[in-house]
């Protein structure tokens, strides 16, 4: 099946620096990537759609700014949470999703953020 | 908008009992329901989907039915294990290359053994 990388799986940071993490199809070209940030005992929440060669189109109230999307290529997406800060802690997980795959997606392994 | 409600938020069961999880969508245009189960700490993994031209699909011992006319899906599972302990969101879709998937809150289904 499609296998989706995420990375890193954990990261530790001080507040105001930024934070990249990267999204990967393994096996598959991702024309189309989400973002989501899951809160404990909560829903995955999307934040953003990405397509390739394109700009991502971010839900209502997520500010565009502070986290920055690049889906340069295929297989990559990248999102940088700018200027961090301890309310920003939170499970990010990506999924991606191909014109092959249809509407199913494949999900990364997600990224625990924590602030200090 | 798509709104997706999921009942219960939590479902306790013994072990070899059947658990039945359920949702109703708002959008009559969606067509595509799937149902994702994850772990703590792990990625959402998808189970089994169904879309509107079927009223049930199954695997082994996972159902989903759905009804168009009255907005509302279900996953059943017989037979439960402790290894099925675990959070299930239900989904729902318009089928397209850019639609974007509106999840249920998520329901946590626990299998004491």
């Known amino acids: 099946g499609a296998v989706v990388s995420q990375h890193p799986s954990w990261v530790i940071c001080k507040s105001g620096t930024s934070v990249k993490i990267e999204c990967r199809s393994l096996?598959?070209?991702?024309?189309?990537m989400f973002w989501y940030r899951q809160f404990p005992k909560q829903s995955l929440m999307l934040m953003a759609t990405?397509?390739?060669?394109?700009?991502?189109?971010?839900e209502q109230g997520v500010e565009k700014d502070k986290f920055l999307i690049n889906h340069a290529s295929l297989t990559l997406s990248t999102l940088t949470v700018t200027s961090a800060h301890p309310e920003d802690s939170s499970f990010y997980i990506c999924?991606?999703?191909?014109?092959?795959?249809?509407?199913?997606?494949?999900f990364g392994s997600g990224t625990q953020l924590s602030v200090l | 908008g798509e709104n997706v409600e999921q009942h219960p938020s939590t479902l306790s069961v013994q072990e070899g009992d059947s658990a039945v999880i359920k949702c109703t969508y708002s959008?009559?245009?969606?067509?595509?329901f799937p149902w994702y189960k994850q772990e703590l700490g792990k990625r959402p993994q998808l189970i089994i989907d169904?879309?509107?031209?079927?009223g049930e699909k199954k695997d082994q011992r996972i159902a989903v039915t759905l009804n168009k006319t009255a907005k509302h899906f279900s996953l059943h599972i017989t037979e439960t294990q402790p290894e099925d302990s675990a959070v299930y969101f239900c989904?729902?879709?318009?089928?397209?290359?850019?639609?974007?998937?509106?999840f249920g809150k998520g329901t946590m289904l626990l299998v004491s053994p």
């Open positions: 990405s397509n390739e060669g394109s700009k991502a189109t971010y």
């Open positions: 096996d598959f070209q991702a024309t189309t």
């Open positions: 989904a729902a879709s318009i089928s397209s290359g850019y639609s974007t998937l509106t």
């Open positions: 959008d009559s245009a969606s067509n595509y």
């Open positions: 169904i879309r509107s031209n079927v």
């Open positions: 999924s991606a999703r191909t014109g092959n795959t249809g509407e199913k997606l494949f």
